[in-house]
């Protein structure tokens, strides 16, 4: 009885750890923003993809589907409005041609955005993949004012050409 007694804490601990993997809160009925991803076809092997992975922590990908079946699919994400929200975002070129996909460079650009949304605004993940630098932002589509901060990653180039790619 003496074992069981102590093991009680490890249970509480282990389902209050539990409760920050449930799902996103409903900001529905609350007064929310949109946030969408976006995405620029370069060519017929290469997407440009500018999305969203999670907000305030909680991932926003699906977990039972593959993410090549979400490219070219721009989802659709409610923020809560009037406070402050954090928004991982990611930026990458993806080749369709499977090789090309597990032995080339994707440029991807990851990290998060903070920003306050305002009640009933819609705003788009944008970005920039090159080999010098690629970089993901979130605008207001109505302004085009970025809002937060940019996510820029120096890629496989020369940072002489990453420097020049930045001032652009």
């Known amino acids: 009885?003496?074992?069981?007694?102590?093991?009680?804490?490890?249970?509480?601990?282990?389902?209050?750890?539990?409760?920050?993997?449930?799902?996103?809160?409903?900001?529905?009925?609350?007064?929310?923003?949109?946030?969408?991803?976006?995405?620029?076809?370069?060519?017929?092997?290469?997407?440009d993809t500018f999305r969203v992975t999670e907000i305030d922590g909680h991932d926003v990908l699906p977990r039972t589907d593959q993410p090549a079946k979400l490219i070219g699919h721009d989802a659709r994400h409610l923020v809560g409005a009037g406070h402050?929200?954090?928004?991982?975002?990611?930026?990458?070129?993806?080749?369709?041609n499977t090789a090309r996909r597990l032995f080339w460079d994707s440029m991807r650009a990851t990290g998060v955005v903070e920003f306050v949304p305002v009640a009933d605004a819609k705003y788009a993940v944008h970005g920039s993949v090159t080999p010098a630098l690629s970089t993901a932002w979130i605008e207001n589509e109505a302004t085009h004012e970025i809002v937060g901060n940019r996510i820029s990653v120096a890629g496989r180039a020369?940072?002489?050409?990453?420097?020049?790619s930045a001032g652009e």
């Open 1 to 47: 009885m003496r074992l069981a007694a102590s093991s009680i804490p490890f249970v509480l601990l282990a389902l209050a750890g539990c409760a920050s993997f449930g799902p996103p809160p409903d900001v529905s009925a609350l007064p929310h923003a949109t946030v969408v991803d976006s995405h620029v076809e370069v060519d017929s092997d290469r997407t």
């Open 84 to 96: 402050p929200v954090r928004v991982t975002v990611e930026a990458f070129g993806f080749y369709a």
């Open 158 to 164: 020369a940072p002489a050409a990453a420097a020049a």
